[in-house]
Nanobody, 127 residues
Framework: QVRLEQSGGGLVQAGGSLRLSCAAS????????IGWFRQAPGKERDFVAA????????HYADSVKGRFTISADNAQNTVYLQMNNLKPEDTAVYYC????????????????????WGQGTQVTVSS
């Protein structure tokens, strides 16, 4: 069993920055891919970014490319999502998720591939 504990988030003005953290515990070796998703009120959960366990492969949604950076600290079993130049449309509850499947660019954006989820954290960007 893998447990994902999220931290970070909050309220920021447009153009500001936030960093989200996702700390894994338990059978962490079974999480070969870590992803970030977000869900705005009344909308579906959307893919944001993903990183392979080795940290050598990353993938981003077009809407955040160039503004968000996903990174991993394997010594700390923690994945980060650095969010810069935030926009009001980035407002959502953000979730980190772990998948036991090997990295696959065609699958990392699919929420159904992830078996472990964090508790979610609110990010609010004011205009």
């Amino acid at each position: 069993q893998v447990r994902l504990e999220q931290s970070g988030g909050g309220l920021v003005q447009a153009g500001g920055s936030l960093r989200l953290s996702c700390a894994a515990s338990g059978r962490t070796f079974s999480s070969r891919t870590i992803g970030w998703f977000r869900q705005a009120p009344g909308k579906e959960r959307d893919f944001v970014a993903a990183i392979s366990r080795s940290g050598t492969s990353t993938h981003y949604a077009d809407s955040v490319k160039g503004r968000f950076t996903i990174s991993a600290d394997n010594a700390q079993n923690t994945v980060y999502l650095q969010m810069n130049n935030l926009k009001p449309e980035d407002t959502a509850v953000y979730y980190c998720a772990g998948a036991s499947t090997m990295w696959s660019l065609s699958l990392v954006s699919a929420a159904g591939q992830y078996g472990y989820w964090g508790q979610g954290t609110q990010v609010t960007v004011s205009s």
